[in-house]
Every structure is written in structure tokens, then in C-alpha cells.
């Protein structure tokens, strides 16, 4: 047999005079062709007998060989490989056990190494490098490499291990598990034998079996120091197979699944990689496309890095296409990806880009969370729970946040807090582009109609209802239930931006009907904080009533509209809309209407000066109130026209009034917006009596109420004539914490 050192040598001598000729150093070819700096000086020394087929193949593209060069360097590799020896007379030894001597007698001496060459332009992840470092520390470390697709798990685990001072010493493998791929898994054998071929056991002792080929990989890696690269795996159930025994080794996966599995059965420490910071991104785009170029263009790039959501895999195909049209600016770049029905097909070069590995993602998930994601893709908000992913998906809240939990582990959808999951753009926009029921978005634009009428409900009992539901409404399978008040003001300020875009999402789609009511529903929010700008929501649902010729749903959103304008400083505007607004509920007999809009008049009245004339108005809201039995808006009426009375200096009046109010009976331990100001009056007139003790109690218990209502304007209101009559420290405090709040709320 032939024992292969000459031609190692010969090799090796081939190898270092195309590297010279070249002009590459050892690190510098080590890098292009992903093999270690150690394992290319072994070859060129001739201490290495033959790499294998793949390390070749790497070596002359590095080297940029031609298919001539690259065949003679194989053949002079192949003949450092050994042969078996063969002996009709010698005893072979089992399978599952190579020889009396033990596993170690079928290695070889040098270290095997199947990585992939390091990734060229990776840049930033310094956090998740550190991680990584941490979770292979240890014994036997299992590490869980976990990421939507994208994100760039694969480059930065090959980053990590050429660049690992510390790593493992007896060899480095690796496998392509192709867990999200469309050519198909290798089986866990396939997988085993490369894994033994590379540790130096010859094929015809390697076992046929599954079983009997991981006990040998375990039994080879049992006192060794390896690193185990696996690389795209599915699920748990692929990975064990194929992990090595031992305490020594290191084993990583990737993967775009959590497997909480090998968290359970082998302890493995997850490392979650996320998309890039803006200015990674932008780094990112610097590596590929050249320093300059993207620094001409500072704000362009950090746009399409926006653009790109900090995807790497997206960046590249950015940078790709720049590459390749180095007259185009970054700026008509980011132009053309702003356009959203367009951003996906431009994130895709050939087979690979954004939409196709969401593809092969979604491709390993079970049929009906597919249509599930697909729906998801239609919610117009920017998070999501599980009643209105039921509402999507036209199923219930149990089953829908088990798919939205299996959604969450593929990295499709994120849970940035319990119970709130949210899509990455890029993961929205496929979404969309798949097929999903025509219903779909009506079916959640109800939801939230039905939800935010519950929490009415339990922020203002005994309120009216503002209207009707629509003809054609889709009731939800579940709606979310409110124990108290707090539940729903707690519901309301983390679900104000989803309604905000629901309405823009049911103008959109020209659903007049549902996009004035999902407003009109919001009112509670709207009184509470009365200045955060909502007149432009409020113009978009009065032109949908319009649209929608209801003329009971313009009279109450003009009513709110001008009593916005009127809190806003822009009275006359206010007037036409509230003057209307008493004019069309008359005309339609809504006399709850009339006189809501007759209360808010009298504010717009009393702003420009017209006291008498807003207590005249508040008077007329009474006697409707009464003629129809409504307590509620007789006592909203009286509380109007104390206000009115007290600015005038009217003050026995203005006592005697909001007294009145105050003895008006209301749900027990509740706390109501009318009240806290009713009681606010009262102190007023107290201290303008001359009553100065019971005015300032009177004003301190309107605020203290206001305070664990969380109504800021109340406790404004209060406060400031509080600080007239008591200017302690204590009273300052909280009256500019009050006010802190309101005016820094966006």
C-alpha cells in the first residue's frame, strides 16, 4: 500500500506555489477558502495526507483555478488519501466497533474541518458573539443559534468558529441540515457517515444503520474536543441523532425554530439573534458596496436600512442590485423600495431573497397555520392578541393563541409582551400577499367595534349607546370581558394606535359604516384626553357618516368634533359644527343628541364670552334630559351650567347647582369624569363665599379622585384652583406632575 507521504508532500508543495504565484498569504487564503490558518500550513508542510474532496474544492475556487488547475490539484490531493488495506486472511473487525484499540485507531491525525469559508462583509454583532461565547462554555454545551429567516443566524455562527481563538482542537464539523429548503432533508445517516468519513473511519466500516452510526460518532467524539456545526435544523427530533457524546465537545444549531425541545431533553442554551440596528445596517451595506459610495449618501442609506427592516438577507439583495448598477444613487435605491407593492419582488434575486425564505418557512408549518399567517397579515395595527387574531382568523381565542404561540416559535411573529405578538414589516408584507377571506378585515374592524363597546361599558356605566351596530356586522366568536374600570382604560391606552389604524384601514377599504363607529367608540378616550390632537380622526369618521348618509352618526360626531375644537381654542369652527349637530338631531327626533350638542354649544358660547346665552343652552339640555328620563345627561346638563354660573361669579348659584348635581344618584364606587368636576364647582363657589376651609377640601378631594381616575385634565383643573387659595409644596408637586403628563403624552 501505497503510505502516501510523498505525495502528500507533492501536494503540499502544489498548494504553497499556486498561493505564492497568487500574491495570497496563508491568513489571507485560509480566509477566502474557509480553512483554518493550521490545517493550510499541515497541507503545504506535507503533515496532512490528503484534504477531502470539499476542502479542495474551496481551496481552488479561492485560488481561482480553472477547471484544468482545479482537477490536477484533486489528483494530487487524492493520492495522500489513504486506502484501506484489504487481507482475505485478516479477521475485520465490527462495524459499531472499528478495532480492539477502540475508536481512536480509526482516526486520523490530522483534524478534520467541513466549515464553510467564513462570510465575507459581516459586520457588528458584537452582543450576540459574546453570547455565543458564553453558551459554548461548559460541559458538553448544547447551544440553540434561534432567528427569523434572514437574520443572518448561519453567518454569524461561521464568524464565531473561524474566528473562535479558543475553539476546539480535535477537528470542526459541519452539516447543512436543510431543515427550510426545497431540496429536501439529508437523512440523519447521510449526515452521520460524512461526519465519520471526516473523523477518518473508512466507508466500508461505517454502519449501515442509523443507530449504530450516531453510537460510533458518539463513541469517536467521546474524548475529543470538536465543534459540531448543525446548521438549518427543523426540529428537535432531526438534531439528536446526530449530537456527539462526550463532555468535551462543542455542538451549535441554527435554526428557525426555538426547539424548545433540546432545551428540555439536553439543557441547550438559546442565543436569539434579531435584525440589525439601523447603523449596522448601514455598515452592512458599507462592506459590500464600498465605503465611499454609501457614505456619500449618509441619510439614503440609513433609509434603505429602514427599508430593509435590519434584515441582512435583505441588505445583501439591496447591495446586490447596487452592485450591479453602479450608476444608480442609494437614494432612487430607497425611492423604489418605498413603494410597498413593489419592496418584496425587490428584496428577491433568483431563488434567494426575502419572500422565498418566508417561503420554505412557511412551507414546514402545518396547513392551517399557513392560513392563519395569512390572515394575520390583514390586521391593520401594529400588534396583535389572540381575540383579534380569532377575529381574523374566524376561530376562537384558544386556538388562535396556540397558533399564534407556533407562529411566534417559527419567527414569523414576535411576543414583545404577554399576550401581544407583533409582525416584522418585511414578514407583514408576504403576509399580505397571500390569499386570505374577503371578510377578513371586516371580521376584525367588528372586533374591535365589539371590544371597545365593552370597555364603555365598564369605563362609563350607564352610558347611551353612541349607535346601532351595521346591518351586515360579523360578530366575534369571543369577546374580551372587562371586570372594572381600570381593565378598560388599561385596554384603551395599549389598544389606541391599533384603533387609530383600524379607522384608517376601514376608509381605506371605503367600510363608511364601521370606520365612524370605530371613533365614535373611542369617546371615553377622547374625553380623558381631550387635547391629543383628534380632530383630524374625528373629520375622517364625520366625512364616513356622510358617505354612509347617517344622519344620527353626524349629529354625535359633530357633537364630539366641536366639543374637540372647542377645548382646542378654535370656537367658531366648533360653533358651525355644533350648531349643525343640534340641528340634524332635532330634525332626526334624537333628543339625547340634542342635548349633548346643546351642552357642548353653551361651552363654545361661554368661550367667547356669552355666559348667559351657555346657561340658557344648558337649561334647554336639561328640560330634553328630563322629557326623555335620562338622569345621566340631565345631571352632564346641570354640571354645565354650574360651570357657567361659577364664571360668571354667580357663586350661591353655582353652589346651589352643583349640590344639585352631586345628590344625583350614580353606580357605587365608581369614579366619573362629571363628578370629579362637579366637585371641582363646588369648591370654587365654597372659596368664592368666603368659605375658605370647606372650599379647599371640597378641591382637594376633586383632585384625589381625578388622580386615581388618571384624569390629568381634572386633576389640572382642580389643582390650579386649589394653588389660588393653598399654595403648598405639596399641592405644586402634584399639580405639575399632572400637568408634566399632559403635555408630554404624544
Same mark, same amino acid.
Given at each position: ?18 498561493? *505564492? ?18 490545517? $493550510? ?23 481561482? $483555478?480553472?477547471?484544468? =488547475?482545479?482537477?490536477? +490539484? ?12 484489504? #487481507?482475505?486472511?485478516? &479477521? ?49 454545551? %448544547? ?12 453567518? %454569524? ?27 429536501? @432533508? ?36 467521546? !474524548? ?5 456545526? +448543525? ?58 458596496? =464600498? ?36 450608476? /444608480? ?66 376561530? !376562537? ?17 414576535? @411576543? ?5 405578538? *407583533? ?9 399580505? #400577499? ?17 371590544? &371597545? ?29 372587562? !371586570? ?94 355644533? @350648531? ?19 351642552? *357642548? ?27 326623555? =328620563? ?20 354667580? /357663586? ?55 388622580? #386615581? ?6 386633576? *389640572? ?30
Amino acid at each position: 500500500m501505497h503510505d502516501g507521504t510523498s505525495s502528500g508532500r507533492n501536494f503540499g508543495q502544489r498548494l504553497r506555489a499556486l498561493r *505564492v504565484n497568487a500574491g495570497l498569504s496563508q491568513e489571507a487564503l485560509s480566509h477566502e477558502a474557509g480553512v483554518s490558518v493550521r490545517a $493550510l500550513a499541515d497541507m503545504e508542510r506535507g503533515r496532512t495526507r490528503g484534504p477531502q474532496r470539499r476542502t479542495v474544492r474551496a481551496l481552488a475556487d479561492a485560488l481561482g $483555478l480553472d477547471g484544468a =488547475g482545479a482537477d490536477e +490539484l484533486e489528483e494530487a490531493a487524492s493520492l495522500g488519501r489513504p486506502r484501506p488495506c484489504r #487481507s482475505a486472511d485478516a &479477521a475485520q473487525p465490527s462495524a459499531a466497533q472499528p478495532s480492539a484499540a477502540g475508536p481512536a485507531a480509526a482516526m486520523t491525525t490530522r483534524a478534520p474541518d467541513l466549515l464553510p469559508r467564513a462570510p465575507r462583509g459581516f459586520h457588528g454583532r458584537a452582543s450576540e458573539l459574546a453570547a455565543l461565547t458564553r453558551a459554548t462554555v461548559g460541559e458538553a454545551p %448544547l447551544c440553540l443559534v434561534v432567528g427569523p429567516a434572514g437574520v443572518g443566524k448561519t453567518a %454569524l455562527v461561521l464568524h464565531w468558529a473561524h474566528r473562535d481563538p479558543a475553539g476546539p482542537t480535535d477537528g470542526r464539523l459541519y452539516a447543512d441540515l436543510r431543515g427550510f429548503s426545497g431540496m429536501g @432533508e439529508p437523512a440523519a445517516v447521510e449526515v452521520l457517515r460524512e461526519f465519520l468519513a471526516a473523523l477518518g473511519v473508512p466507508q466500508e466500516r461505517i454502519p449501515e444503520s442509523e443507530n449504530g452510526a450516531a453510537a460510533l460518532f458518539r463513541s469517536l467524539a467521546a !474524548d475529543r474536543r470538536l465543534l459540531v456545526v +448543525l446548521d438549518n435544523a427543523r426540529d428537535s427530533e432531526q438534531v439528536r441523532p446526530l449530537l456527539p457524546g462526550g463532555d468535551r465537545c462543542v455542538t451549535v444549531v441554527t435554526s428557525r425554530h426555538r426547539l424548545p425541545g433540546l432545551i428540555v431533553s439536553d439543557s441547550a442554551r438559546p442565543v436569539a439573534v434579531d435584525v440589525l440596528a439601523p447603523p449596522d445596517g448601514t455598515a452592512l451595506l458599507a462592506r459590500v458596496l =464600498g465605503a465611499r459610495r454609501v457614505h456619500a449618501e449618509p441619510a439614503a442609506a440609513l433609509r434603505l436600512a429602514e427599508l430593509c427592516g435590519g434584515l441582512p438577507l435583505a441588505l445583501r439583495v439591496v447591495a446586490a442590485r447596487l452592485a450591479g448598477r453602479p450608476d /444608480w444613487s442609494l437614494d432612487s435605491m430607497a425611492a423604489e423600495l418605498s413603494d410597498r407593492t413593489r419592496r418584496l419582488s425587490l428584496l428577491d434575486l433568483e431563488d434567494t431573497g426575502v419572500r422565498a425564505a418566508l417561503h420554505l418557512t412557511l412551507q414546514q408549518l402545518p396547513a392551517h397555520l399557513s392560513g392563519v399567517f395569512a390572515h394575520l397579515g390583514r390586521h391593520p395595527g401594529t400588534h396583535v392578541d389572540r381575540y383579534a387574531a380569532a377575529a381574523l382568523a374566524d376561530t !376562537d381565542p384558544m386556538a388562535a393563541e396556540s397558533a399564534l404561540e407556533q407562529l411566534a416559535a417559527a419567527h414569523l411573529l414576535t @411576543e414583545t409582551a404577554p399576550g401581544r405578538w *407583533v409582525m416584522h414589516d418585511l414578514v407583514r408584507l408576504y403576509a399580505r #400577499s397571500l390569499d386570505a377571506h374577503p371578510d377578513t378585515l371586516k371580521r376584525v374592524l367588528d372586533h374591535y367595534i365589539a371590544t &371597545a363597546i365593552g370597555a364603555v361599558a365598564a369605563a362609563e356605566p350607564g352610558s347611551e349607546d353612541c349607535f346601532p351596530l351595521p346591518s351586515d356586522f360579523l360578530p366575534p366568536a369571543a369577546v374580551r370581558r372587562f !371586570d372594572d374600570r381600570s381593565a378598560a382604560v388599561a385596554w384603551y391606552a395599549a389598544e389606541r394606535d391599533n384603533l387609530t389604524r383600524a379607522v384608517a384601514a376601514a376608509d381605506a377599504a371605503l367600510l363608511h359604516d364601521r370606520t365612524w363607529r370605530i371613533v365614535m367608540t373611542m369617546w371615553p378616550l377622547i374625553v380623558w384626553r381631550v387635547r391629543d390632537g383628534w380632530a383630524p380622526l374625528l373629520q375622517t369618521a364625520l366625512t364616513a357618516t356622510r358617505a354612509d348618509a347617517d344622519e344620527h352618526g353626524e349629529a354625535r360626531v359633530l357633537n364630539v368634533l366641536g366639543w374637540v375644537l372647542t377645548e382646542e381654542d378654535r370656537t367658531p369652527e366648533a360653533l358651525v359644527h355644533l @350648531e349643525a349637530a343640534s340641528t340634524l338631531a332635532a330634525r332626526a327626533g334624537d333628543a339625547f343628541a340634542e342635548a349633548n350638542a346643546l351642552i *357642548v354649544l353653551a361651552m363654545a358660547q361661554a368661550s367667547l364670552g356669552g355666559l348667559e346665552e351657555a346657561a340658557h343652552s344648558c337649561d334647554r339640555a336639561a328640560g330634553l334630559a328630563r322629557r326623555i =328620563g335620562d338622569r345621566r345627561m340631565e345631571r352632564l346638563a346641570v354640571q354645565h351650567l354650574a360651570r357657567h354660573q361659577a364664571d360668571a361669579g354667580h /357663586w350661591q348659584q353655582a353652589l346651589a347647582t352643583a349640590t344639585h348635581a352631586l345628590a344625583f344618584e350614580r353606580p357605587p364606587g365608581t369614579t366619573d369624569i362629571p363628578h370629579v368636576l362637579l366637585l371641582a364647582i363646588k369648591g370654587e363657589a365654597l372659596l368664592g363665599l368666603g368659605r375658605r376651609a370647606e372650599g379647599i377640601t371640597q378641591l382637594d378631594l376633586a383632585a384625589r379622585e381625578a388622580e #386615581s381616575a388618571g384624569y390629568d385634565d381634572g386633576v *389640572v383643573r382642580a389643582l390650579t384652583a386649589l394653588l389660588r387659595a393653598s399654595a403648598s409644596p405639596d399641592v405644586r408637586a402634584r399639580y405639575d406632575a399632572a400637568l408634566a403628563r399632559l403635555t408630554t403624552r404624544t
